[in-house]
């Protein structure tokens, strides 16, 4: 059994920052990419950040400079940085993983089960 497990968010006040976490919980192969998507009351649900196994990142334009993405490989755990927040950063923000459980599955989606920002003005 795969889970993702987040942690991180809260309340904060406008400039402030946050750091939440995600770890991936269960026996897996491999790891090809992992992400943040957030969803905000009657909004579709967005890409915000996602790492690739070699390195590689993407954001959405309105965090860059923002926010940064890491991954510790080692502990299947993936961050998300989050500073000079805007209360239009509120949201539930959920953790993505695209991983193979073992050498001969495909490729299979995971999410974590999201956590509320809210940034006050």
């Known amino acids: 059994q795969v889970q993702l497990v987040e942690s991180g968010g809260g309340l904060v006040q406008a400039g402030g920052s946050l750091r939440l976490s995600c770890a991936v919980l269960?026996?897996?192969?491999?790891?090809?990419?992992m992400g943040w998507y957030r969803q905000a009351p009657g909004n579709q649900r967005e890409l915000v950040a996602e790492?690739?196994?070699?390195?590689?990142?993407n954001y959405v334009d309105s965090v860059k400079g923002r926010f940064t993405i890491s991954r510790d490989n080692g502990k299947k755990t993936v961050y998300l940085q989050m500073n000079s927040l805007k209360p239009e950063d509120t949201a539930v923000y959920y953790c993505n993983a695209d991983l193979k459980r073992t050498y001969y599955t495909g490729s299979d989606n995971y999410w974590g089960q999201g956590t509320q920002v809210t940034v006050s003005s």
């Open positions: 790492i690739r196994s070699g390195g590689n990142t």
């Open positions: 269960g026996n897996i192969f491999t790891i090809n990419a």
